[in-house]
C-alpha cells in the first residue's frame, strides 16, 4: 500500500519560487499525480511523473525519484491566484490505492 | 466536452433519509472513480469502476454506503440510511484509463450535510 505525506501549509510571496515536497511509501508503484484544488473547487490535474527525473510545464514542475520514493512540484513567478491546495496522489502496479496525499495548502502573498 | 457532470451540487437531508447521489462520467473514460472530502480525513477514494465494473471497493466505508454503475454513461453512489457523520463534499471522477498519464477529471462535487 502507500503512504503520502506532505506539509500541511506553506505561505511565499508573489513573484518568488516555492517548493512542494511530497514523500511516499509503496511496494509497487505506477506513477504520481500532482493536483491544484482551489477552495470549494474540484481538483484539477497538473503534472504526472511514472520516471525519475523533472517535467516541466510552462511556471510548474514536477520532479520524482523512485528510489528515494520523493517527489516535489515547482512553482516559479508566483501569482495571486495560485493560493490553493496541492495534492499527491500516487498508485501501485495493480492500479489500485489511488491515495491522495493530505495536500499542502500554499498562502502566497503580495 | 462537458466534463464531469456530478447531480445535485448540494444536499441537504435529515439523519436516516436515503441520498443518492448521481455522476456522468467523461464520454470515452473507462475508469470512474468515487471520493470523499473532509477537513478531517481529507480525500479519501471510496471505490473505483472500471469498464463499469468494480473493482476495489475498500475505501467503502460500511454497509449504508454502496454504489453501481449500469453503464457506460452512469454511476450512483447511494447511503441508506444517511448519518450526521457521512456529511463531506463527494466527488465523482473520471480517466481514460487507469494508470494512464492522463490524470482524473473531476466533477464538481456534491456537498452533503446530513442533520
Not at chain 2, 61 to 86: G, V, W
Request: glycine fraction near 10%; proline fraction near 5%.
Amino acid at each position: 500500500g502507500q503512504n503520502i505525506d506532505q506539509p500541511t501549509e506553506m505561505t511565499a510571496t508573489e513573484g518568488a519560487i516555492v517548493q512542494i515536497n511530497c514523500t511516499y511509501q509503496t511496494s509497487g508503484f505506477n506513477g504520481l499525480f500532482w493536483y491544484q484544488q482551489h477552495a470549494g473547487e474540484a481538483p484539477t490535474f497538473l503534472s504526472y511523473n511514472v520516471l525519475d527525473g523533472l517535467e516541466e510545464k510552462g511556471r510548474f514542475s514536477s520532479f520524482l525519484s523512485r528510489s528515494k520514493g520523493y517527489s516535489y512540484l515547482l512553482l516559479k513567478e508566483l501569482q495571486m491566484k495560485d493560493s490553493a491546495s496541492y495534492l499527491c496522489t500516487g498508485f501501485d502496479n495493480y492500479g489500485q490505492n489511488f491515495v491522495f496525499g493530505p495536500g499542502t495548502r500554499l498562502s502566497v502573498l503580495p | 466536452d462537458a466534463g464531469v457532470i456530478q447531480s445535485p451540487r448540494h444536499e441537504v437531508t435529515e439523519m436516516g433519509q436515503e441520498v443518492t447521489l448521481r455522476c456522468k462520467p467523461i464520454s470515452g473514460h473507462n475508469s470512474l472513480f468515487w471520493y470523499r472530502q473532509t477537513m478531517m480525513r481529507g480525500l479519501e477514494l471510496l471505490i473505483y469502476f472500471n469498464n463499469n465494473v468494480p473493482i476495489d471497493d475498500s475505501g467503502m466505508p460500511e454497509d449504508r454506503f454502496s454504489a453501481k454503475m449500469p453503464n457506460a454513461s452512469f454511476s450512483t453512489l447511494k447511503i441508506q440510511p444517511s448519518e450526521p457523520r457521512d456529511s463531506a463534499v463527494y466527488f465523482c471522477a473520471s480517466s481514460l484509463a487507469r494508470g494512464a498519464n492522463y490524470g482524473y477529471t473531476f466533477g464538481s462535487g456534491t456537498r452533503l450535510t446530513v442533520v
